[in-house]
């Protein structure tokens, strides 16, 4: 695939930057005292991460991996709503470049059908020295680019790669996603998260489907999938009522 390069990735008024090599773009970003807008790309991971601390698979020059690291101020009990807001700006900037069948699966993967194309690892910390309530978030996205034998036996589930849908250029996927992103933060800093929950829920893979769902405490829940609470928390109609869960991630799903 064509290399990454800076000058081809265009995100008005934010610092770009590609390296060959690194641990973890999140990691790198999120251990810089910068006070503007920066994204970084990088050709492999050797240690990306996805939700939970699981490990993201991400192989030299086939896959796409950025992190976009900017202020955002808004209440801190509104940030957990980020990769949703975060999943929307990508799904739609995926759509627009012709990848029609991307929807989300909650909280931050990127799916088609079964398969899942990619992923949003989203992590804060405060700015020192700034206004109250200023945070740094760093939305890192991993996108898979090319099919990779061997990569679903080892994962053991389906995966999806964009060259099945468009001969993809990694510069202008990412300079797409990451405009999608700015615009989706300025709209979230005004707003709050109401403003992308109707658009995330139209994105829903899993809309009115039988759900179950892992929580953070390793039990399990199930239920009807009914879209977002106010704050993004998933909607499960179980057969006690409406339960909102905050922290989990769906580990099945069938037809109601």
């Given amino acids: 695939m064509e290399r990454l390069e800076p000058e081809r990735i265009d995100v008005p008024d934010v610092e770009v930057r590609v ?22 790309a990088t050709e492999e991971q050797t240690a990306g991460r996805g939700q939970h601390g699981r490990r993201w698979h991400s192989a030299a020059g086939a896959d796409l991996a950025f992190s976009l690291s900017r202020r955002v101020q808004r209440p801190v009990r509104e940030l957990a709503s980020l990769s949703l807001v975060a999943g929307v700006a990508a799904a739609s900037a995926l759509r627009a470049l012709g990848v029609g069948a991307v929807a989300l699966k909650w909280p931050n993967d990127l799916v088609v059908g079964n398969a899942k194309l990619g992923g949003i690892l989203v992590e804060t910390r405060a700015e020192p020295g700034t206004e109250a309530g200023a945070m740094r978030a760093v939305i890192g996205v991993g996108i898979n680019c090319l099919r990779r034998a061997g990569l679903e036996r080892r994962l053991r589930r389906p995966v999806a790669a964009l060259e099945q849908f468009i001969r993809p250029s990694r510069n202008a996927v990412i300079g797409a996603i990451a405009r999608a992103l700015v615009g989706a933060l300025d709209r979230f800093e005004a707003e709050g998260f109401a403003a992308a929950r109707a658009e995330w829920e ?16 390793g039990r399990s829940v199930s239920g009807i999938g009914a879209g977002l609470a106010a704050d993004g928390a998933l909607r499960l109609i179980t057969r006690a009522g409406e339960r909102a869960v905050h922290s989990g991630r769906i580990v099945a799903t069938r037809l109601a």
Avoid at 34 to 40: G, H, Q, V
Avoid at 205 to 212: D, F, P
Wanted: glycine residues 2%.
């Fill in 19 to 40: 390296v060959a090599r690194c641990s973890s773009t999140n990691s790198v970003l999120l251990s810089e005292k910068a006070r503007e807008s920066i994204l970084l």
């Fill in 202 to 217: 139209a994105l829903d893979a899993h809309a009115g489907q039988h759900l179950r769902v892992r929580l953070a405490d």
